[in-house]
């Protein structure tokens, strides 16, 4: 077998009505534990605090998915030092043992799928191929990010060059103790990710998930005890980021950082990261991706119907809660009333609802704060544009807020150029392709964009001057797959890094140089 046989997780076929019944199977298994209380988890043990928070359904806060300890000072100082420890242990392990750890724990997902897909649905209101695809993405990670470690093993055996009587190596090291601060929209995904890069690479972590997901995260950080983690290599420590998050970047011993989150938090912990502490003998290493402001461009010769159908796809899915979803439609002007239109039209077809039915397009947003956010964005939409389609919502339940549409916009308009993070499409139109190429990079970031054209030589300009980190041709701007699509932005979008790349694994470790003379 070769080392790097990757190959994507499917996604599960909800056509087939036995796949809906092991989703529905799944849900009742969470149902089961529902309202439990966990602790944090630090080399290896359960530890209780003074302070926990409830964890609610979106789509039905009066229902509480879990109780969760919160981590203070005291407990982060805790983790660090078993982290400390765990890593002058773990840092000599196999690769292949550690690789075997990631593959072990796919193995368990693989197993428990619908499981942790359901407790999606239920704790970020995932609808079920939403959630299902999450679930494939952080085994794919998990997968790729073994093989990726085998790789590296490769390298390090490699001998440079030899000279006379002299031998020189080249092997990669891990950096020591790092931070995992993940978020809630890919609450297993990118929370996989993160965390199965640094400690396969040899790494020792402490683990801070997105609030509103910790249920999520907790269950699998049991899932890599069970695949046989050692202790302390993973320290489970959820808690405020006002209460914590300066305290973990500008610890003097954490060696990297790796968030995914808003811009502005991401700065932040860029900004203190960058400072010297007492104590600290190394220059911090931080990986960011921090969100985006999305554009589909839509060229004169572009099926009007199909374009429709990839600017909603990619707008709504998850309620538009993706850093890659598209917040920006850019239309050339001979089609632009068509489309419209179009969309004016399609739109009211969708299904915003209870995400635990199979024919739910699209459920709720996250919690009170997104959703009044985003509600204070639609009001600023009206009157910079035309709402052609939504605008209302309704959070006697949970947080529900129809796919909104808004056009006639200037791409200079707040909801042109500011991250939403919601079911909110900003439209405008432009006279020609250089224009839509111009108005597709006139924002802060650069994660993702789509091109819906039926010229050549318009894909060519695009492909040379549209600055995204990840650039699709005729389909939608999401769902990138791990290892065939690596993903991560440009400028505010984050730090380049390519998650699910080939130099991602490398990011977490560094180079040494051996020389023997004999």
């Not at 602790?39 to 359904?57: D, F």
């Not at 938090?265 to 921090?290: D, F, H, T």
């Not at 572009?302 to 899915?317: K, M, R, V």
């Not at 995204?468 to 400028?491: D, E, H, M, S, W």
């Amino acid at each position: 077998m070769a080392i790097f046989d990757y190959q994507h997780q499917p996604f599960t076929d909800f056509t087939k009505p036995e796949n809906v019944k092991k989703y529905e199977a799944g849900l009742k298994t969470v149902s089961a534990y529902l309202n439990e209380t966990y602790p944090l988890i630090i080399n290896g043990e359960r530890v209780k605090t003074e302070h926990t928070v409830q964890s609610l359904n979106p789509s039905n806060h009066k229902e509480v998915i879990g109780t969760i300890h919160q981590a203070g000072i005291k407990e982060v100082d805790l983790a660090m030092e078993s982290a400390l420890k765990a890593f002058e242990t773990w840092k000599k392990v196999s690769p292949k043992v550690r690789a075997d750890v990631l593959f072990k724990a796919a193995g368990i997902l693989k197993r428990r799928r619908f499981e942790f897909s359901a407790l999606m649905t239920k704790e970020a209101g995932k609808p079920f191929p939403e959630a299902d695809a999450d679930t494939a993405e952080a085994i794919d990670f998990l997968e790729y990010y073994g093989r990726q470690m085998l790789e590296l093993q490769e390298v390090d055996k490699k001998i440079l060059s030899r000279k006379d009587l002299e031998r020189n190596e080249y092997k990669y090291i891990p950096l020591g103790v790092g931070a995992i601060i993940s978020p809630w929209n890919f609450p297993l995904a990118i929370l996989t990710g993160m965390s199965s890069a640094a400690i396969v690479s040899g790494n020792a972590i402490l683990l801070k998930p997105a609030e509103t997901t910790q249920v999520i995260a907790y269950k699998y950080v049991e899932v890599l005890e069970e695949a046989g983690l050692p202790k302390g290599v993973v320290n489970f420590v959820p808690g405020r980021g006002s209460i914590i998050g300066d305290h973990i970047v500008n610890h003097p011993k954490i060696r990297f950082i790796s968030f995914t989150g808003s811009k502005e938090v991401g700065c932040r912990i860029y900004e203190n990261a960058a400072k010297v502490q007492p104590g600290q003998i190394w220059l911090k290493r931080v990986i960011a991706e921090m969100g985006g402001k999305d554009a589909i461009i839509v060229d004169e010769d572009y099926d009007i119907n199909e374009a429709a159908d990839i600017l909603l796809g990619s707008a709504f899915g998850f309620s538009g809660q993706k850093c890659s979803a598209c917040s920006r439609a850019i239309i050339h002007e001979k089609i632009y009333d068509k489309l419209v239109e179009k969309l004016a039209e399609k739109v009211k077809r969708l299904n915003v609802g209870d995400p635990e039915k199979v024919d739910t397009f699209m459920g709720p947003v996250n919690d009170h704060k997104s959703f009044k956010s985003i509600n204070d964005y639609i009001e600023i939409g009206k009157k910079e544009g035309r709402l052609i389609a939504g605008g209302n919502s309704d959070d006697s339940k949970g947080y529900f807020i129809e796919p909104t549409i808004i056009v006639d916009l200037d791409p200079h308009a707040r909801i042109m150029q500011e991250e939403i993070f919601g079911p909110v499409l900003a439209v405008t139109k432009v006279k020609d392709f250089n224009e839509a190429i111009k108005v597709a990079n006139n924002t802060d970031f650069g994660l993702t964009g789509a091109v819906l054209s039926k010229n050549r030589m318009h894909l060519e300009q695009a492909r040379e001057e549209f600055h995204v980190g990840n650039l699709y041709f005729n389909r939608k701007c999401t769902g990138a797959i791990v290892g065939y699509q690596p993903f991560g932005g440009f400028n505010m979008s984050g730090t380049d890094s390519k998650a699910g790349g080939p130099e991602y694994l490398i990011l977490h470790l560094q180079g040494k140089t051996i020389t023997e003379q004999f």
